[in-house]
Structure formats: structure tokens, C-alpha cells
């Protein structure tokens, strides 16, 4: 497992990937602009007031249950296989359906963000002073110090035993 450190890089650089293949999935999927004709018509409704909300897709909400885990995030590169494609090209997608797709891809981007808050949260020396954490670096070096001499000690009573063993295959040879 990689160190913290890394776990962020790689965290912020698929956060990044996401955004882009979010925003590139938004771009290629969003419903064609208003016809001129039909923009004329809905400024002048806008301007009597006369224009009725648009309504969107709703969803049942329980605010007592907490919401279902969801399933891992696609692929960033890779946008949900919703469109049906023809002999010419794509068919846009439903509007209902399309909000779904972005509900989705912002669950997603919040999910990593929230990943990445909690490996930040996890990093060393995340709520210590700058002296606090000198200090702890002091005393980490005087514990790689005292390990390495034990190691040192470790390493030439290792070489006195092999030096005994050979001797002793040695004279087993000679007998």
C-alpha cells in the first residue's frame, strides 16, 4: 500500500480526471439550445410572467433513512451508457434522465472530495505545532540512530556466527 502522501496525489489527480470527464459528459449530452423561434416566444413569457415552472423529476426523500452506499464510481473516462445510438450518430438523452446522469456525477466528484478530506485529515502532524512536530522529528531520528547501531550489532554477531559455522564445517571436513 502506498504511503499517504501518494494515496492524495493519486486522489486529487482521479478528482481531476473526473471533473473533466464530468464536464465533457455534460457538454456532449446537454439538450440543443431553444429555437429561435421558440426563444422569442419564451422571452415574451418571461417578460408577462406568464411562464409556468419547469417541473423537474423528483425523487422520494427520507430524511430518517440514511441513503444506500453507492456502487463504486464508473470509470472517470467513460460516461454512463445512457444515449442509444443510430445509424447517424447519438440521440440525446431525456431530461429526466439526463439529471439523473448528473446527480450521479456529482455524487461522485462529492464522494472522492470527501475522500480527500479524509486523507488529508490523516496526515501526520495535522493539528501539532511547528515545534511540536520538530520535536517528534527529533525523537524519530534518535530512534533510526539507536535502530541502526542495534543493527550494526546484529549485522557483526551474525558474521562472528558464520565465521563459527565455517570453522565448524571445517573441521567436520577434516575428520
Known amino acids: 500500500m502506498a504511503d499517504r502522501l501518494t494515496q492524495l ?3 486529487l489527480d482521479d478528482l481531476a480526471t473526473q471533473f473533466y470527464a464530468c464536464i465533457r459528459y455534460i457538454h456532449t449530452q446537454h439538450q440543443p439550445p431553444l429555437a429561435a423561434s421558440t426563444a422569442a416566444s419564451a422571452s415574451t413569457a418571461i417578460a408577462d410572467g406568464t411562464q409556468s415552472q419547469p417541473t423537474q423529476p423528483t425523487q422520494p426523500t427520507q430524511p430518517t433513512q440514511p441513503a444506500p452506499a453507492p456502487p463504486s464510481p464508473p470509470a472517470p473516462s467513460s460516461p454512463p451508457p445512457t444515449t442509444t ?3 447517424t450518430g447519438t440521440a440525446p438523452l431525456s431530461a429526466a434522465q439526463f ?3 448528473q446527480h450521479e456525477l ?3 466528484l462529492i464522494l472522492k472530495e470527501q475522500q480527500i478530506e479524509y ?3 490523516t496526515l501526520p502532524g495535522i493539528g501539532m505545532s511547528e515545534r511540536a512536530q520538530e520535536a517528534r522529528v527529533r525523537a524519530l531520528c534518535l530512534d533510526l540512530q539507536r535502530a541502526e547501531q542495534e543493527r550494526v550489532v546484529a549485522v557483526r554477531e551474525r558474521e562472528q556466527a558464520l565465521a563459527k559455522v ?3 564445517i571445517l573441521s567436520l571436513r577434516r575428520v
Open 85 to 87: 445510438t443510430t445509424g
Open 119 to 121: 486523507l488529508i485529515s
Open 99 to 101: 439529471a439523473l446522469d
Open 106 to 108: 456529482a455524487r461522485d
Open 166 to 168: 565455517e570453522d565448524l
Open 9 to 11: 496525489q493519486d486522489c
